[in-house]
T-cell receptor
Framework: GAVVSQHPSWVICKSGTSVKIECRSL??????MFWYRQFPKQSLMLMAT?????????EQGVEKDKFLINHASLTLSTLTVTSAHPEDSSFYIC??????????FGSGTRLTVV | ELKVEQNPLFLSMQEGKNYTIYCNYS?????LYWYRQDPGKSLESLFV?????AVKQEGRLMASLDTKARLSTLHITAAVHDLSATYFC????????????FGGGTRVLVKP
């Protein structure tokens, strides 16, 4: 149980375009999901906490207008990287917290901006 | 601000020998997690440690938590090549709402 599906697993986009990443909880309802970014050979950094039906909470230094988060249902959160630039290239990972089971992570999305 | 420090950052292991990874954190928390990450992949949950003195074991891996010392260890017994990966500890900010802060990771390479 506690499966989180993330899509796409990888995406290449042109500089200036926007990219949407989806994170779905498949067998449970997730009122809160989390979005992380991981640069090569580095640790995971929390970008924002996504709350169903309300605005996301962004970590300090994360541009909320650039990284749009929508959590419109109890099973889906989306992260849209707007006007992507090469420095946004990274590995993006979502997770959801299930009571008593801890955090479950999506499979990650490798974003390359060219 | 919570800080989570892992050491060493890199560990070259010989098969059959024992090793320990350390995870120190800077503020009170009673929820600590260990994860494994293979190259290009997401995180695989290894252990959840919920109380002082907690010890959990799975195969060649054993994790423990000392909340008074703010220290967790991940012990590897008789290392094998399949254990090559990056290992992360992460601490949950329970008081501030659920929020994981990760250590810097320990890259493990097990050589034959």
């Amino acid at each position: 149980g506690a499966v989180v599906s993330q899509h796409p697993s990888w995406v290449i986009c042109k500089s200036g375009t926007s990219v949407k990443i989806e994170c779905r909880s498949l067998d449970f309802q997730a009122t809160t999901m989390f979005w992380y970014r991981q640069f090569p050979k580095q640790s995971l950094m929390l970008m924002a906490t996504s709350n169903e039906g309300s605005k996301a909470t962004y970590e300090q230094g994360v541009e909320k207008d650039k990284f749009l988060i929508n959590h419109a249902s109890l099973t889906l959160s989306t992260l849209t990287v707007t006007s992507a630039h090469p420095e946004d290239s990274s590995f993006y990972i979502c997770s959801a917290l299930r009571s008593g089971l801890g955090y479950t992570f999506g499979s990650g999305t490798r974003l390359t901006v060219v | 601000e919570l800080k989570v420090e892992q050491n060493p950052l890199f560990l070259s292991m010989q098969e059959g020998k024992n090793y320990t990874i350390y995870c120190n954190y800077s503020t009170t928390s009673d929820r600590l997690y260990w994860y494994r990450q293979d190259p290009g992949k997401s995180l695989e949950s290894l252990f959840v440690l919920l109380s002082n003195g907690a010890v959990k074991q799975e195969g060649r891996l054993m994790a423990s938590l000392d909340t008074k010392a703010r220290l967790s260890t991940l012990h590897i017994t008789a290392a094998v090549h399949d254990l090559s990966a990056t290992y992360f500890c992460a601490v949950d900010w329970g008081a501030a709402g659920n929020k994981l802060t990760f250590g810097g990771g320990t890259r493990v390479l097990v050589k034959p």
